[in-house]
Structure formats: C-alpha cells, structure tokens
C-alpha cells in the first residue's frame, strides 16, 4: 500500500488490523457470516488509498489519519450494510443497522482528549489490534465481546455456542497469550 502522504506517517498498511477490529466491533453478529469485517476494512483502506493517489486527504498526523480512516470505515459499514439488506426487507436487519449506525455516530462523535493523550491512546490501540489479530479466533471473538463490545460472559457463551465454563477459559488463555504478545513486542 501507499504511504499516508507526502508529508510523513504511517503506511495505510499498519492500520489494517485496526480497522479490521474495529469493523468487527461494529458488524453486528447476525450479519458477520455474510460479510466479512476483514472485507470491509481492505475497502475502507482502498478508499483512503484513493483519496490520497487524488489528493484529497493530505496528512497532518497519525491521530487525524486514525480518524479519517475511522470515517471512512464507518462510511463503508454502513454503504456495504444497506447493499446487502437492500435485497430482502428485514425488520431485524434494519433494526440492527440503526442500531449499529447509531453506534457509529455516538463513536465518531466522541469528546476527543488533548492531541498527546491521543497520540498515545492511538499507538496502544494500534498496537492491541495487531495483538489480537495474533491470537486464536475463539479467544480473540470471547475478548472482543466481553472488552469492547461489553457482552456478559453467559451471552457470549450463547453466542459462540459453548458453556460459560468454555468461554471463561477462553477469555484466561486470550488475556495470557494477549499479555504475552504485548509483552513481546515492548
């Protein structure tokens, strides 16, 4: 891929995994068999190398980048989402894009701390994404929906389809491996 931009930056590369986390925290669960986040995100990052082989985007620091691509990601989620509703009406599906869109707004809209605590918020988010992107799915699944998206281990456990026993163990071996990856890469 590209590079952000004339004027420095990250590669668009290195925030693949993040914005993958991000897609899959946001895809809400009965669609994620349909679409695939890791999907939405590669279309996300097209679109930004795109708009930077155009010159529509010129970079001015990683935490504007994040939140550019953060925009675009939400931008896609949501465009990708109505084409694949747009061929049945669904009452649920449409309920859970509002909901799901909703969510977007409220994240995007965010209070936003000062520019060196962001910096720093979004190093340690870039660095988590590629940290869970190394684990087993089961575990990375079970972390992500008790961490990010605040599920209760017994709803994860109907959601995955195991015991609240299974998923406990899966949420101990992810943190430990979690712990070790970080760890690893300091």
Not at 17 to 36: F, H, M, P, T, V
Not at 39 to 57: C, G, R, S, Y
Not at 110 to 115: N, V
Not at 154 to 164: E, F, K, V
């Amino acid at each position: 891929m590209a590079h952000d931009g004339s004027a420095g930056g990250r590669p668009l590369a290195a925030y693949r995994e993040y914005l993958c986390l991000l897609a899959r925290i946001q895809l809400d669960s009965c669609l994620r068999g349909k679409l695939d986040p890791s999907d939405v995100a590669q279309e996300a990052l097209l679109k930004a190398h795109q708009a930077i082989a155009a010159q529509t985007f010129r970079w001015q620091s990683d935490a504007a980048m994040a939140a550019w691509l953060r925009t675009i990601l939400a931008n896609t989620l949501t465009d990708t989402v109505r084409r694949f509703a747009a061929g049945a009406r669904d009452v649920y599906r449409e309920r859970s894009l509002e909901e799901s869109s909703a969510r977007l707004a409220a994240w995007l809209a965010a209070d936003q701390p000062p520019p060196d605590e962001r910096l720093l918020r979004q190093e340690r988010l870039l660095r988590l994404a590629a940290a869970l992107a190394r684990l087993p799915d089961d575990q990375r699944t079970a972390l992500e929906m008790l961490h990010l998206q605040g599920h209760c281990v017994d709803a994860i456990a109907n959601q995955m389809g195991r015991s609240a026993t299974a998923v406990a163990g899966l949420l101990r071996r992810g943190m430990k491996k979690l712990r070790q990856v970080l760890a690893s890469e300091s």
